[in-house]
């Protein structure tokens, strides 16, 4: 198994330009809304994970998105999302991730929405596959990131085509994200911007021979990091990601970490890798921390539940409704109020490892007493990213 060589005691990384979390969770930082949630309060989420879009140019075989058809796709305006970053601004979310379910670079809305969360003080951080990232809009939107993740599914322009475009002779693809990347990172040096900059690898076990590649290409492109992180799937195993066969690969990913020099970090989700699919909870309370919004529009408490044959998870639209009224709501509370209860089992009742799942873990560990949530020290430097958990 690992030593871990790269890994703190809290899980974090050191980078060059301070922690990076990205293998546990941040509550320590939000203590408030811990003692609040304790005490039966009603907590607004710290972090919202949406995307403006539900339309996507790629094909990837470990997209989660696949199973959350069949749900309309709507045309969310600029104005929506404008207002909706006000709603979040008024109740208390502190940062938004474009990731969810669609690729939100090709949304007019944004440009715009991510200048706007800028300006109101909401930090926002963005997952792409870089494809529609051209230089005129990297240049718009960039200084106003807190973090830009690329989709990078592998480390060969072969294998990233056969992976994210299911025909390996198609890398232009590739090059074409790896151009868009490459600006990024000539941008950020150039201009000194403090937006971090990484790519992902999203592992299922056909996938090994791409590990290294991948480790390789990340310390090539210059990028803080290039994380490496196990693959979700529904309870019906609809993706069918083998997990007893993580393991297998775990010599292969000791070797990756050895990639790691003084600019760009490679990180192994070693908790999710490890945990092999199995969640040491049944009660969820994690959406209530960590909200997810599909580019539909939809507000359900995870993207486990966007599929409509979760209907009766789904609180509302906020196309349809302001999202401040529909977070006030009864449905929202009687949704949440459910999903922590012992009406709800997530071990047999929704995917396996949400994106909630370190979240709910630690409040898990922390109702039960196996091991509680402490308040940061406020005399110890925070990490980076502290508003996404």
């Given amino acids: 198994m690992s030593n871990q060589t790269n890994i ?5 990384i050191n980078t060059k330009e301070g922690k990076l979390i990205l293998d546990s969770h941040k509550l320590a930082y939000h203590y408030d809304r811990v003692e609040a949630f304790e005490n039966g309060e009603r907590v607004a989420p710290v972090s919202v994970d949406m ?3 539900r339309a996507c ?3 990837c075989s470990f997209c989660y998105a696949m199973v959350q058809e069949p749900q309309e796709r709507a045309n969310i305006k600029t104005k929506e999302a404008l207002n909706l970053l006000d709603d979040f601004k008024e109740i208390g979310v502190k940062g938004v991730s474009l990731i969810s379910d669609g690729e939100s670079t090709l949304s007019k809305a944004y440009v715009p929405f991510i200048q706007h969360a800028s300006n109101i003080g909401i930090d926002v951080g963005n997952a792409t596959n870089g494809w ?3 230089s005129e809009k990297i240049e718009q939107v960039l200084p106003h990131l807190t973090w830009v993740r690329f989709t990078c599914a592998a480390g060969t322009p072969e294998g990233y085509a056969k992976i994210m475009f299911k025909d390996k002779t198609q890398t232009q693809v590739f090059d074409r994200a790896m151009k868009n990347i490459k600006y990024a990172v000539e941008l950020k040096k150039r201009k000194k911007l403090k937006v971090t900059l990484g790519i992902q690898m999203v592992l299922m076990p056909e996938f090994k021979d791409e590990i290294i590649p991948f480790a390789k290409l990340a310390a090539e492109l210059g990028v803080d990091y290039g994380v490496i992180k196990h693959c979700s799937d529904d309870e019906f195993g609809t993706l ?11 010599e292969s990913l000791n070797e990756a ?23 040491s909870y049944k009660r969820f309370y994690g959406p ?6 599909s580019g539909s529009g939809l507000v359900a408490p995870s993207g486990m539940f966007f599929n409509a044959r979760y209907s009766k998870f789904h609180i509302g639209n906020y196309i349809d409704e302001r999202f401040k009224d529909i977070f006030k ?20 009742m929704m995917g396996t490892l949400p994106i909630q799942h370190y979240v709910n873990e630690a409040l898990d560990n922390h109702i039960k007493d196996i091991k509680r949530i402490l308040p940061h020290d406020p005399n110890d430097k925070k990490p980076l990213h502290v508003n996404f958990l």
């Fill in 132 to 134: 529609e990232w051209e």
């Fill in 240 to 250: 069918g990601v083998d997990y007893s066969k993580y393991e297998e690969m775990y």
């Fill in 57 to 59: 140019g790629a094909m």
């Fill in 257 to 279: 970490e050895k990639y790691s020099n003084d600019n760009t970090k490679i990180i192994i989700k070693w908790e999710k890798i490890k945990n092999k699919g199995k969640p």
């Fill in 329 to 348: 709501s009864d449905r929202y509370w009687k949704i949440m109020n459910y999903l922590a209860s012992p009406n709800f089992n997530a071990e047999t």
């Fill in 288 to 293: 209530q921390f960590l909200l997810q919004i």
């Fill in 8 to 12: 703190n005691s809290d899980n974090s």
């Fill in 51 to 53: 995307a403006l879009t």
